[in-house]
């Protein structure tokens, strides 16, 4: 068989020119439907694209018509595609586990949120919400994020009450009430400052109960107790007018000066003296203390310009008394002095003046044991008063010492050594039948007199006794039926 060689490249175009027009014509019409055919299928597929686009669009559109965009937060719980219903129970359910930690003197304190039975009124923020939704344009919000806080809490009254009495902080182990404000006085500037209250730890339940319900309503997480603001306060503060008006007096008796002055003996009584002397009470009532002020003026006054101190006799017979343990002339007379310096203290003013004295007084180192039970021998009045128990038993007219005959009766305060009956006094020789002593060393006392046919009145100027106190016998019985040994006898004009 010969060999066929490979035709030319220029014979294989001679071929195909030559080959029948007919064939020719069917080859152009096959590569034209097979065009027309791709150009189908491009349309139909990009139709289906257009379609599946459209559908996306739509079911997307319908979709996030009942449910929330991707990232969605709601009051704190993550709603991301779920329809109103859950999204509501996902909050409800993040709410369940919500607490108000209260920071107190106790410790962290938990209110729970199923404590107060805390939830969401309703759903219905929830149905504005996802109305409110751009679901003509869904699909360019899927990569953005939102955080709403729609729905509003409420909670059962009765339930916070009772969980807040029992927390701990209501009922603290350590309990403080509050202080008031008070007034010290101010060496420095010579008047009172106001030094602040202090803030107890009992809690003000009403006060506190608000803000726990206020706190936990809008699902804070903590609340602080120890800022003072829940605690129950102090009656009064600085600015209250009670303090101030208190202040003003205090300040106004503070700011006196009495200058003492009496020959070559001076004394100033002043700011701190003063500020010793004043009361404030717990009401901010302002006064000046007695006591305070009679003691400064023993110490200090009637030793100062007196000659020691004074005591006080207060006898039903004869009536104040003075009793001095000094040796001087004269005697601060306290009770007067401190009505006096009372007064110019309350006036607030500076004031120059003597002290007030007495000058009729008894010397006597033993004026203080004089209290209950004694005998006052009034010489002025001639009477003898036996005081028993403060009040007065006997009354009798007496006789006492001769003053003409230079035998006037001593003054003083003595005590009844003894008791004795039918008793004759040798260097007189006289016979008494009740005798009570009261001066040893010189044989004075109490006793009858039987040759004396009146009594009291002016006798004793030039009729009188040795110094003796002569009695009615009758009179001189009763005393001596009553005393006994041992009662002072106060003598005195």
């Known amino acids: ?61 319908y979709f996030f018509q009942s449910h929330y965009f991707p990232n969605t937060v709601i009051n704190g719980a993550d709603c991301s595609l779920m329809n109103q219903d859950k999204a509501f129970a996902a909050a409800s359910d993040r709410l369940s586990t919500y607490a108000l930690t209260v920071h107190s003197e106790d410790g962290d ?76 006085y101010n060496e420095e500037t010579g008047k009172y ?78 700011g701190k003296e003063i500020s010793s002397f004043i009361k404030i009470d717990d009401q901010y009532q302002v006064s000046i203390d007695n006591d305070a002020v009679k003691k400064y003026i023993k110490e200090n006054i009637a030793k100062k310009f007196g000659s020691g101190d004074l005591v006080i006799i207060n006898s039903p017979g004869s009536g104040k008394i003075y009793v001095s343990d000094g040796s001087g002339d004269k005697v601060v007379n306290v009770p007067s002095e401190q009505k006096k310096l009372i007064k110019n203290i309350q006036s607030g003013k500076t004031t120059t003046r003597k002290p007030e004295y007495i000058t009729d007084f008894l010397y006597s180192s033993r004026g203080s044991i004089v209290k209950d039970d004694y005998i006052d021998i009034n010489l002025s009045k001639q009477q003898v008063y036996v005081v028993i128990g403060k009040k007065l038993q006997i009354q009798s007219p007496c006789v006492t010492g001769n003053v003409s005959a230079g035998r006037g009766s001593s003054t003083g305060i003595y005590k009844i050594a003894y008791k ?42 030039t009729n009188g006794s040795h110094g003796c106190i002569n009695l009615p016998l009758a009179k001189a019985r009763e005393i001596y039926n009553t005393i006994y040994a041992g009662i002072p006898v106060v003598v005195h004009y």
């Open 420 to 461: 004795q009956r039918n008793h004759t006094m040798v260097k007189y020789n006289a016979f008494v039948y009740y005798w009570m002593p009261y001066e040893t060393t010189y044989g004075i006392g109490l006793h009858d007199a039987t040759w004396r046919g009146s009594f009291g009145g002016k006798i004793y100027r």
């Open 109 to 184: 304190l938990k209110v729970e949120a199923r404590d107060v039975k805390l939830g969401y009124k309703d759903s219905k923020d929830l149905e504005v919400l996802l109305k409110g939704q751009d679901v003509d344009r869904w699909f360019m919000n899927l990569n953005s994020s939102f955080d709403y806080q729609v729905m509003e809490t409420k909670l059962d009254d009765d339930s916070l009450i009772k969980s807040i009495r029992s927390l701990a902080c209501m009922n603290p182990a350590n309990p403080r009430e509050s202080e008031n404000p008070t007034l010290i």
């Open 193 to 270: 400052d106001v030094v602040a209250g202090k803030i107890g730890n009992h809690v003000n339940e009403e006060t506190f109960t608000e803000a726990v319900k206020t706190a936990m309503l809008k699902e804070d997480e903590e609340l602080d107790l120890l800022t003072n603001a829940y605690y129950l306060p102090s009656q009064y503060n600085e600015s209250s007018e009670i303090i101030v008006k208190a202040r003003e007096k205090a300040d106004k008796y503070a700011g006196s000066v009495i200058n003492y002055q009496d020959g070559d003996s001076s004394l100033t009584v002043s």
């Open 1 to 61: 068989m010969e060999e066929q060689t490979p035709k030319s490249t220029e014979q294989r175009e001679i071929v195909e020119k030559t080959v029948s027009p007919e064939k020719g014509k069917r080859g152009g019409r096959s590569a034209r439907a097979r065009k027309r055919r791709r150009k189908r299928r491009l349309l139909a597929a990009f139709g289906i694209l257009c379609l599946l686009v459209l559908g996306i669009y739509i079911g997307g559109r």
